[in-house]
């Protein structure tokens, strides 16, 4: 299960932050050693590429992911999982690490480096004809929407509310790849996900846009923590990721510009 | 249950008097210590939840509606599953422990898979199944128009699928262990084959039936990834206490430690009551 193999994941990215921490100050003033990066699961695809450029740009140094739910890595880093740089999919888990009890806290202002924006998913091609979220109401069409507790489905409560719309959905989903998954299925017609989750999931997968989505855009903030193991390749990899370079990859992949 | 009181019955048994148990001494250190060890390794997470608990605000989070709809669900459904399980493992359990047939190694592997399966694809494999897509559950909603995911029905099939193998695996090894002696003595005795599994192998087996069932029903009520692959989460109808805990965690993580103490609490005392009721352990 996923918060497992989060765990797992940390626990790996502990080794390595621990053999690497050490090369992080040797290379004089250049950027090396390890820099182990806790990024939220929608920044995957995005990230790795990044990372590899990164590497590219600084021989010598390695970056080490970490991917999962926002809150989830939130609860790694303030549980003491050494990260050096925490990208989260929305300000409130930045804030939760910054808060906790000073454990490990991000140093400097957080920057919102990407923004991502609601989409309507449905099945490739449209078979039911979405266009706009009052067709959700439709007698008959199942609709997937993400739980309240997660950024994707307070986005969703944000973007209904604005358009007026109630709808009674068949599903709450815990996360985004879940209601994009029963998408893909053809269990549900059609769900309230992120632009950037139905770009990955293309073809299979349709994008149905709608005005009131930018009622519930979520900034996602990037920060380098204050116990980092790697300080140095830490503040070069969020200048890396705020670069026209990182910017492009994460256009391409459907996020939007700050 | 009287088949049973039989003069052959424990014939091992008969020739250890009771005094004699704790022959021997103590137990060995090579034993007590691992022993102890597995007991602190599986308990001290427990007790990590026990120091995180906001014990104040413990009785007012119990009454919130949505727990005990939840805690509903989740009673219902494990039972419910549970039962699903009895009805259809039992027999299987006989088939792979008494009947000899090709490939009876094959099925006993294939009946462990959704232990092996991360649970979550388990939910998967039964949306491609009984899904409105599925293999099953097309025809289903074509011509009898029934769907199975997003309902509570769905929750126990999910359940079921992912905790029958405890059940079959016990009631196999309690059966592999009975003395046959018995049933072949109710045979002679003119019993017939239905008869003599009702009143002579059931009750011969019902310590490890009983355990089966237990281990069956707890693995249903902690079922997570399958449910809310398979049936979602929708409050009341399919949110069952784990998908409760797991959601109450992204938002705050002190209400998903006391959602959690609830369940074990609940599970605790029911599974403690049965075993005075109903377990004779020896």
Same mark, same amino acid.
């Given at each position: 299960?996923?918060? #497992?193999?989060?765990?797992?994941?940390?626990?790996?990215?502990?080794?390595?932050?621990?053999?690497?921490?050490?090369?992080?100050?040797?290379?004089?003033?250049?950027?090396?050693?390890?820099?182990?990066?806790?990024?939220?699961?929608?920044?995957?695809?995005?990230?790795?590429?990044?990372?590899?450029?990164? !590497?590219?740009?600084?021989?010598?140094?390695?970056?080490?992911?970490?991917?999962?739910?926002?809150?989830?890595?939130?609860?790694?880093?303030?549980?003491?999982?050494?990260?050096?740089?925490?990208?989260?999919?929305?300000?409130?888990?930045?804030?939760?690490?910054?808060?906790?009890?000073?454990?490990?806290?991000?140093?400097?202002?957080?920057?919102?480096?990407?923004?991502?924006?609601?989409?309507?998913?449905?099945?490739?091609?449209?078979?039911?004809?979405?266009?706009?979220?009052?067709?959700?109401? #439709?007698?008959?069409?199942?609709?997937?929407?993400?739980?309240?507790?997660?950024?994707?489905?307070?986005?969703?409560?944000?973007?209904?509310?604005?358009?007026?719309?109630?709808?009674?959905?068949?599903?709450?989903?815990?996360?985004? #790849?879940?209601?994009?998954?029963?998408?893909?299925?053809?269990?549900?017609?059609?769900?309230?996900?992120?632009?950037?989750?139905?770009?990955?999931?293309?073809?299979?997968?349709?994008?149905? !846009?709608?005005?009131?989505?930018?009622?519930?855009? *979520?900034?996602?903030?990037?920060?380098?923590?204050?116990?980092?193991? *790697?300080?140095?390749?830490?503040?070069?990899?969020?200048?890396?990721?705020?670069?026209?370079?990182?910017?492009?990859?994460?256009?391409?992949?459907?996020?939007?510009?700050? | 249950?009287?088949?049973?009181?039989?003069?052959?019955?424990?014939?091992?048994?008969?020739?250890?008097?009771?005094?004699?148990?704790?022959?021997?001494?103590?137990?060995?250190?090579?034993?007590?210590?691992?022993?102890?060890?597995?007991?602190?390794?599986?308990?001290?997470?427990?007790?990590?939840?026990?120091?995180?608990?906001?014990?104040?605000?413990?009785?007012?989070?119990?009454?919130?509606?949505?727990?005990?709809?939840?805690?509903?669900?989740?009673?219902?459904?494990?039972?419910?599953?549970?039962?699903?399980?009895?009805?259809?493992?039992?027999?299987?359990?006989? @088939?792979?422990?008494?009947?000899?047939?090709?490939?009876?190694?094959?099925?006993?592997?294939?009946?462990?898979?959704?232990?092996?399966?991360?649970?979550?694809?388990?939910?998967?494999?039964?949306?491609?199944?009984?899904?409105?897509?599925?293999?099953?559950?097309? /025809?289903?909603?074509?011509?009898?128009?029934?769907?199975?995911?997003?309902?509570?029905?769905?929750?126990?099939?999910?359940?079921?699928?992912?905790?029958?193998?405890?059940?079959?695996?016990?009631?196999?090894?309690?059966?592999?262990?009975?003395?046959?002696?018995?049933?072949?003595?109710?045979?002679?005795?003119?019993?017939?084959? /239905?008869?003599?599994?009702?009143?002579?192998?059931?009750?011969?087996?019902?310590?490890?039936?009983?355990?089966?069932?237990?281990?069956? /029903?707890?693995?249903?009520?902690?079922?997570?990834?399958?449910?809310?692959?398979?049936?979602?989460?929708?409050?009341?109808?399919?949110?069952?206490?784990?998908?409760?805990?797991? @959601?109450?965690?992204?938002?705050?993580?002190?209400?998903?430690?006391?959602?959690? @103490?609830?369940?074990?609490?609940?599970?605790?005392?029911?599974?403690?009551?049965?075993?005075?009721? /109903?377990?004779?352990?020896?």
């Amino acid at each position: 299960m996923r918060p #497992r193999a989060s765990v797992v994941a940390g626990a790996v990215a502990l080794v390595l932050a621990g053999c690497g921490a050490p090369g992080g100050e040797a290379a004089g003033g250049g950027v090396a050693g390890t820099v182990t990066v806790f990024a939220a699961a929608s920044l995957t695809a995005s990230f790795d590429r990044i990372g590899r450029d990164f !590497e590219a740009a600084h021989p010598g140094s390695t970056v080490v992911f970490n991917f999962a739910g926002s809150s989830a890595l939130a609860t790694q880093i303030t549980e003491g999982a050494p990260a050096d740089v925490f990208a989260s999919a929305a300000p409130q888990h930045l804030a939760a690490v910054t808060t906790a009890d000073g454990v490990n806290g991000a140093a400097g202002t957080p920057a919102v480096f990407v923004r991502n924006q609601l989409v309507i998913a449905v099945a490739a091609g449209n078979p039911e004809g979405v266009r706009s979220l009052s067709d959700l109401t #439709r007698p008959g069409l199942k609709v997937a929407l993400c739980a309240e507790q997660v950024p994707c489905g307070s986005a969703a409560r944000r973007a209904l509310d604005a358009a007026g719309v109630t709808l009674t959905p068949v599903t709450l989903e815990a996360d985004v #790849r879940g209601a994009l998954a029963k998408v893909r299925l053809g269990e549900v017609d059609a769900a309230l996900v992120y632009r950037t989750d139905t770009r990955a999931a293309a073809p299979d997968v349709t994008a149905v !846009e709608f005005p009131e989505s930018a009622q519930a855009v *979520n900034d996602y903030p990037i920060a380098v923590l204050a116990d980092a193991p *790697n300080p140095t390749a830490a503040h070069a990899f969020v200048a890396h990721v705020r670069s026209a370079q990182s910017q492009a990859v994460l256009t391409e992949a459907g996020f939007q510009a700050p | 249950m009287t088949l049973i009181e039989h003069p052959l019955r424990r014939p091992a048994g008969s020739r250890r008097p009771r005094g004699s148990r704790r022959r021997g001494g103590g137990v060995p250190v090579a034993l007590l210590l691992p022993a102890l060890l597995g007991l602190a390794f599986l308990t001290l997470p427990l007790i990590g939840l026990l120091a995180r608990t906001p014990w104040s605000t413990l009785p007012q989070r119990l009454t919130e509606p949505g727990v005990l709809a939840a805690l509903r669900l989740s009673l219902l459904t494990a039972t419910l599953a549970t039962l699903l399980c009895l009805l259809l493992g039992v027999p299987l359990a006989w @088939l792979l422990a008494r009947l000899e047939f090709p490939g009876r190694r094959l099925v006993r592997a294939l009946v462990t898979v959704p232990l092996v399966l991360p649970p979550v694809v388990g939910g998967v494999a039964l949306l491609l199944v009984f899904g409105r897509r599925g293999l099953i559950g097309g /025809w289903l909603d074509q011509t009898l128009g029934i769907t199975l995911p997003f309902t509570t029905t769905g929750v126990v099939f999910a359940e079921a699928f992912v905790a029958m193998p405890f059940l079959v695996i016990a009631v196999e090894g309690a059966l592999r262990g009975a003395d046959r002696r018995y049933e072949e003595a109710a045979a002679t005795l003119g019993a017939g084959r /239905w008869t003599t599994f009702t009143h002579v192998t059931v009750p011969l087996v019902g310590p490890g039936l009983a355990a089966g069932a237990v281990l069956c /029903w707890a693995r249903a009520l902690g079922e997570f990834g399958a449910t809310i692959t398979f049936a979602g989460n929708y409050p009341g109808r399919t949110q069952t206490m784990p998908l409760a805990v797991y @959601l109450a965690l992204e938002t705050d993580v002190e209400a998903a430690i006391v959602l959690s @103490l609830i369940l074990l609490v609940v599970s605790v005392v029911i599974l403690a009551g049965l075993r005075d009721r /109903w377990i004779s352990t020896p």
